[in-house]
């Protein structure tokens, strides 16, 4: 069985715990699309050019345990408006897309441009403050020196340069369904998401 759920939405907005659970609840297989850019952004930061680092790209490379640093994501919001970077890293993310007994893909833009006829779309968002508290929560709890200020700056600096560059922006499909989880918890958000793919498996 072929069937994609694709899963958009700015920075730290639930996606990663979202995609999770609804792989574990329909026993789909998750791709957390970020993780590529930061594997090759973590290849940038050591000197690496982004092209180079995004063709030759690892399964070792997303086990690095360095890929969850401020430093980190904003090195991969920048390479990932390079349209080559991102064409480096297009077929692996359509292959594992397709692949028997459904997935979930998360990122920026899956529903638009990696899986534009996935079955299942959402757009995950929330206000800026409560996805850097939640961010910043997540990353001091790991014992990063972090501030709010600071985590609140990063969040938006990506979420501008996403959203405004020419390749592939973020943005919600035009048939997304977009799930605020500023007044929502986690909780409550996995079981909306997990509704909506029931619904379309039934259709
Ligand atoms: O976890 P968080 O939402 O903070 O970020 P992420 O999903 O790990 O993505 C890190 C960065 O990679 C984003 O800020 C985007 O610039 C880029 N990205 C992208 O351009 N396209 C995707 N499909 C996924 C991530």
Known sequence: ???????????????????????????????????????????????????????????????RDDLRTPEVAQMASQIAAQSEVRAALTEFQKDFAR??????????DIGTVICPLAEVKLFVTASPEVRAERRFLELSGKGMDVTRAGVLDDVVARDTRDAQRETAPMKAASDAITIDTSEMDIGTAVAKAIGHVREALAR
């Open 1 to 63: 069985m072929n069937f994609t759920v694709a899963i958009d939405g700015p920075a730290a907005a639930g996606k990663g715990t979202i995609s999770e659970q609804v792989a574990e609840a329909f026993g789909f297989a998750h791709l957390d699309t970020g993780l590529i850019y930061r594997a090759t952004a973590a290849r940038v930061l050591e000197g690496e050019d982004a092209i180079e680092a995004a063709r030759d790209l690892r399964p070792a490379d997303l086990r």
């Open 99 to 108: 692949r028997d007994g459904g997935a979930v893909l998360d990122g920026r």
